[in-house]
């Protein structure tokens, strides 16, 4: 099993920065990759961006590119996701999520994920 717990939402204004972290804990050995879905009130949860844990491959949704990064600290089994130059529509709940190799579909397919966290909440001000 593997638990991920995720940090650094809140509110801020359009323009504005965050830091997204998801810590990973147990048998993160056994993961492929880390990635991060939103889902925003009434709206199907989506791809946000993915990091590969072995060599640092990173994939992101085409609305986030160039503002977003995602990024993984080996050692301390965390992936941060900066997010910049925010827009209110970025506002959703963040989510991490855990991916294996043996049932891997692509990054921004959902059933690539067999671990996720609880969320944390994004709020864009305009």
């Known amino acids: 099993q593997v638990q991920l717990v995720e940090s650094g939402g809140g509110l801020v204004q359009a323009g504005g920065s965050l830091r997204l972290s998801c810590a990973a804990s147990g048998r993160t050995s056994s993961t492929y990759g880390m990635g991060w879905f939103r889902q925003a009130p009434g709206q199907e949860r989506e791809f946000v961006a993915f990091?590969?844990?072995?060599?640092?491959?990173?994939n992101y949704e085409d609305s986030v590119k160039g503002r977003f990064t995602i990024s993984r600290d080996n050692a301390k089994n965390t992936v941060y996701l900066q997010m910049n130059s925010l827009k209110s529509e970025d506002t959703a709940v963040y989510y991490c999520?855990?991916?294996?190799?043996?049932?891997?579909?692509?990054?921004?397919?959902?059933?690539?994920?067999?671990?996720w966290g609880q969320g944390t909440q994004v709020t864009v001000s305009s």
């Open positions: 990091i590969k844990w072995s060599d640092g491959t990173t």
């Open positions: 999520a855990a991916a294996r190799p043996g049932s891997y579909y692509g990054p921004a397919t959902r059933r690539s994920y067999a671990y």
